[in-house]
């Protein structure tokens, strides 16, 4: 049990070694020396949970999504109505995107997939999956007007948002990647909200910045 217990956290040490790494250097520029250097290993023990660079890339991939579905589970478990928690979906994700260097390396590394393999789908088709499931909720709970195609607004949520945080993170190193965020839900509640919703779009949209329940959730 020590061993494995070792084992598990010499893997982490890697996995957010890697991270610090390919969050500044990227795939193509980052070496397993760095790597090991970071997380305070030896190369042998680098390779024995690895065994290149790619799988390396791949895990830490892995491990941002773990982290973000984890947060996503925590707030569907909540039951507040549909249209509040994809708010607070997406504030959950810029949080992370902010203080945790193991989601932005992902996020990097999904885009810098094709350097090292085929391009990286799951984590997007999950998110996109779960979008679309809460719009269709809030569409029952007349949040949303019936009129909104539940899959294509998903696909379009999904990559603003994704659009939102790269812009941020080159601008301002994602110094207002909340603000943004919030920007985007004040833009896209107008033209979504059902008419017989009569909460204010801008407090919805605040939510980004607040997280404070109101009491139309319940």
Not at 29 to 44: E, F, I, M, N, R
Not at 166 to 191: H, K
Request: charged content about 20%; overall charge negative; proline content about 4%.
């Amino acid at each position: 049990m020590v061993l494995q217990d070792r084992a598990k956290a010499t893997r982490e040490a890697i996995i957010f070694g890697a991270a610090a790494v390919f969050e500044e250097h990227g795939y193509g520029s980052a070496s397993l020396t760095q790597v090991s250097d970071a997380a305070k290993v030896t190369k042998g023990a680098l390779y024995f949970h690895f065994h290149s660079k790619e799988d390396l890339a791949r895990s830490v991939i892995e491990e941002q999504h773990r982290i973000v579905v984890a947060g996503s589970e925590i707030l569907l478990a909540e039951n507040r109505p549909a249209l509040p928690t994809m708010i607070l979906m997406c504030r959950a994700f810029g949080l992370k995107l902010v203080h945790e260097p193991v989601v932005r390396a992902g996020i990097r590394l999904t885009l810098e997939a094709t350097a090292f393999g085929r391009p990286v789908q799951g984590p997007y088709e999950d998110w996109i999956t779960v979008m679309e499931q809460l719009t269709d909720r809030a569409k029952r709970e007349k949040q949303v007007r019936s009129s909104v195609d539940s899959a294509a607004f998903a696909r379009y949520l999904v990559a603003s948002f994704t659009g939102v945080q790269m812009v941020s993170g080159v601008l301002t190193g994602r110094a207002d990647v909340m603000q943004r965020i919030e920007e985007m839900w004040a833009i896209l509640l107008p033209g979504i909200m059902h008419e017989d919703f009569h909460e204010d779009p801008q407090a919805l949209s605040g939510l980004v910045s607040t997280g404070c329940p109101g009491p139309w959730q319940g």
